[in-house]
């Protein structure tokens, strides 16, 4: 498995992965100039003591490549991982509307959230009214038609793409990155995006890099994830 769909349109694939748990122990041993050549509990206990030390720096030896698909919503809670993250070595580069006239796809929720009644953000459980989610999602999707329209009739009239865009319901429409992380940006990620409070929809996608890093780094990820 190497990819997971993700809500209606979406998914996280696996692209490429550079090293392995024995790849984080034997560059913690590298200020003894000692290496280890098959992993084993030893090695195992010292994963789990680097992490829990806060001792950081060898899980950036092990890295990994995604390729995303999500609305702009996600993408843009996502990069903030990326922004001041010269600590952790992560690059990012996103399909541009610039340069390519994909046809516009964009992200319509099965069902509405409730605004919470004491925070200025986040959610607070589902709207029961069917009518209501109805009547949201006929919004959005009037919205979508409208914007789609505009942005095709502008295309026909010889606009530059990067103008035409414009028209386009920015939020609700997907894109397509490339991120490139070390192992510690990416359980990060991991540690505060599974999180309970954190969006449900860029939830949904860490769970998908969580079911795809995992096997790789079976040790690291479950000492960097606090499960050891």
């Known amino acids: 498995m190497d990819k997971i769909d993700v809500l209606d349109k979406g998914y996280v694939r696996l692209v490429d992965v ?41 899980f ?16 843009r809670q996502w990069w903030k991982y990326v922004v001041g993250s010269d600590h952790t070595m992560d690059s990012w580069n996103e399909a541009s509307r610039r340069y390519i006239t994909m046809e516009p796809e964009f992200y319509v929720p099965e069902r509405w959230r409730k605004a919470p009644a004491h925070r200025k953000q986040g959610s607070a459980g589902e709207i029961a009214d069917d009518a209501v989610n109805a009547e949201a999602t006929a919004i959005l ?14 295309m026909a009239e010889g606009i530059a793409p990067e103008q035409a865009r414009l028209c386009l319901p920015a ?5 397509v990155w490339r991120w490139t992380a070390s192992l510690q940006s990416i359980c990060h990620f991991l540690n505060q995006r599974l999180a309970s409070d954190a969006q449900w929809e860029i939830r ?23 499960e050891v």
Do not use: C, Q
Not at 60 to 75: D, G, I, N
Not at 141 to 154: D, P
């Open 18 to 58: 550079m090293g392995s748990d024995l790849s984080v122990v034997n560059a913690a041993r590298a200020s003894f100039a000692k290496e280890s050549h098959e992993f084993s509990e030893a090695d195992e206990r010292l994963i789990g003591f680097l992490a829990r030390e806060g001792h950081t720096s060898p």
């Open 204 to 226: 949904e996608y860490a769970k998908a890099v969580e079911r795809l890093i995992r096997p790789k780094f079976p040790a690291s990820v479950a000492a960097l994830l606090g």
């Open 60 to 75: 950036r030896h092990a890295m990994a490549t995604f390729e995303v698909k999500a609305p702009l919503m996600v993408a």
């Open 141 to 154: 999707r009037r919205l979508i038609t409208a914007g789609t329209n505009a942005y095709e009739m502008l």
């Open 171 to 175: 939020y609700a429409m997907y894109t």
